[in-house]
């Protein structure tokens, strides 16, 4: 079984990202459990974060596969 | 001949190949003026047309108490113009851009479903150039949309020069905003749903074929892992279901708050 070395970056790459999106929904449950009322505005800006965190990881797994 | 086989993926001898992106480059049907007609090109086409025809159908014979399609129908409108267009963009001026978020969304979602349809299972924006074209179209309306408001030189403005910054700063801030919010959106945009169909699905197809073969190729002590490998093949799906959901949604509520940018009035 053969593999190459970017996955293993990427997966290292991947742990920034993870955390990111971990503490953005944390904050988001956390607000939702203080203030049920504001969910339906929290949602989007939880998805807001959410997305842009989430570029890294895609923009680390296109440099994987193309570097 | 196996069933491994049978599913297109390649087995040299007795040794496992993993699937790679190369699974995604897929033979042309028939070729129309030397283009070859590939499987996600046919589904694209499939997906505009069962959008077409599920809304047409449901409100065809529209009452003022909707029926069961209907009503499903208007709610999953309903959905995509309060929840994203309204919400976002604002009650003064979100109805004119509810007819291509709305489009956007449905035609999105059922191209990704197709991942998990049986018989299809192939997401159509696992192919970077479908993504990119679909993220083209929303670069020139949110423009459009911000030019048509502001001027060309407004709407510049609008987008490059942060407020409440001092000038001082502009030769630093202008061209990173610039690249931020012109040139790299549209790459993000597209490279989001690529990226997430193409990981998503590949997880999959790895699942799959990686439990086949230790089920029909391994010793006694591995095939119980080959029957979990393909336990987490099938939770695994419903995650995929999840995202592909989402990922429609996360794309047209960004197309929506692009939009909403674009045409935002100048403090």
Redesign the interface.
């Known amino acids: 079984?053969d593999g190459s070395l970017n996955m293993v970056g990427y997966g290292l790459a991947a742990i920034g990202p993870g955390v990111g999106i971990g503490l953005i929904f944390a904050a988001y449950i956390s607000g939702v459990a203080r203030q049920p009322e504001a969910q339906?505005?929290l949602?989007?800006i939880a998805?807001?974060g959410?997305?842009l965190a989430?570029?890294l990881a895609?923009?680390g797994?296109?440099l994987a596969?193309v570097l | 001949m196996s069933v491994i086989g049978m599913v297109g993926i390649r087995t040299e001898g007795d040794?496992?190949t993993?699937p790679g992106?190369g699974n995604f480059d897929l033979p042309g049907f028939f070729e129309v003026a030397g283009q070859p007609v590939t499987k996600p090109m046919v589904q694209l086409v499939i997906a505009a047309v069962l959008v077409f025809w599920l809304f047409h159908a449901a409100i065809k014979r529209r009452e003022l108490v909707p029926g069961r399609f209907q009503f499903a129908a208007e709610g999953a409108y309903g959905m995509v113009r309060n929840?994203v267009a309204r919400?976002?963009i604002g009650s003064h001026d979100f109805m004119k851009y509810v007819p291509y978020l709305v489009t956007l969304f449905f035609f999105i979602i059922v191209n990704n479903f197709f991942g998990s349809f049986p018989g299809i299972q192939f997401p159509s924006f696992s192919r970077a150039s479908m993504a990119y074209a679909l993220a083209g179209l929303s670069w020139v309306i949110y423009n459009a949309a911000g030019i048509r408001r502001h001027g060309f030189a407004g709407y510049l403005k609008l987008q490059c020069v942060p407020a409440g910054v001092t000038p001082f700063m502009y030769p630093l801030l202008v061209p990173l905003e610039f690249f931020s919010n012109i040139l790299v959106r549209p790459v993000?945009l597209a490279?989001?749903l690529f990226?997430?169909m193409l990981?998503g699905h590949l997880l999959v197809i790895l699942f799959a074929t990686g439990g086949l073969y230790m089920l029909q190729e391994g010793s006694l002590l591995v095939k119980p892992v080959g029957l979990l490998a393909w336990l987490l093949f099938i939770a695994i799906s419903f995650l995929e279901l999840l995202v592909q959901f989402l990922q429609a949604?996360?794309f047209t509520?960004?197309n929506a708050?692009y939009i909403s940018g674009a045409i935002a009035d100048e403090h």
Do not use: G, H, K, W
Request: proline share 6%; no cysteine; glycine share 0%.
């Open positions: 079984m339906s505005r949602q989007s998805i807001l959410f997305a989430e570029a895609i923009i797994i296109a596969f | 040794s496992f993993p992106p929840s919400d976002i993000t490279l989001r990226a997430n990981a949604y996360v509520l960004l708050m």
